[in-house]
């Protein structure tokens, strides 16, 4: 499976959140992670638009790291006809997303078959996108994160946090 992260689950583990370290913990190794070139444009974006200083570069030294340990999924053909069929979806549906660059991770995540992770609701809409949020605390476990240990368990393959997931595998296949 391929989890691919909206911008604001990548900011949350770059700042280490302790509900996403887990689900990435729980992952089973055949399991990916990825971003959307979008996400990755917001993330620089964020970094460069601020003034040179300390907190700049640890947001930049951050997001060196997250980019080197996931996916990256770039937008193609498919990702653009997604787009099409879920923007006229939600207008027809008068259920608008919010920002356009939402509306081009959700084509991403469906194009290339990815639960999307995010913790914003809009992304609820989008027909038959598969949604998980990983920042929320809850008093039990998600439902798939019983899976994910079962499969996990199978193998001494233990994740680290985020910061120190093992190399990944890059080995998607582009549309």
């Known amino acids: 499976m391929i ?40 993330i620089l974006y964020g970094a460069v638009r601020l003034l040179p200083s300390k907190r700049r570069s640890e947001i930049e030294t951050k997001a060196a790291t997250l ?58 809409y989008v027909p038959e996108l598969q949604v998980e949020n990983w920042t929320q605390a809850t008093d039990s476990e998600p439902a798939n994160m019983q899976t994910r240990k079962r499969r996990a368990a199978t193998t001494d393959h233990r994740r680290k946090p985020l910061m120190l997931i093992p190399e990944r595998s890059k080995g998607i296949e582009l549309l």
Not at 18 to 23: D, E, G, I, K, P
Not at 68 to 76: A, E, F, I
């Open 67 to 124: 980019f080197s340990q996931v996916l990256c999924l770039p937008v193609t053909e498919a990702v653009a006809d997604a787009y099409a069929d879920i923007k006229a979806a939600l207008e027809k549906a008068g259920r608008p997303i919010g920002k356009e660059n939402d509306l081009w991770i959700a084509a991403v995540a469906c194009a290339y078959g990815c639960v999307l992770v995010s913790a914003q609701t809009s992304f609820s």
């Open 3 to 42: 989890y691919l992260w909206d911008t604001n689950i990548a900011s949350a583990a770059m700042a280490e959140n302790s509900q996403v370290a887990m689900h990435v913990a729980a992952l089973a190794p055949t399991d990916d992670l990825a971003i959307a070139s979008i996400t990755r444009g917001e």
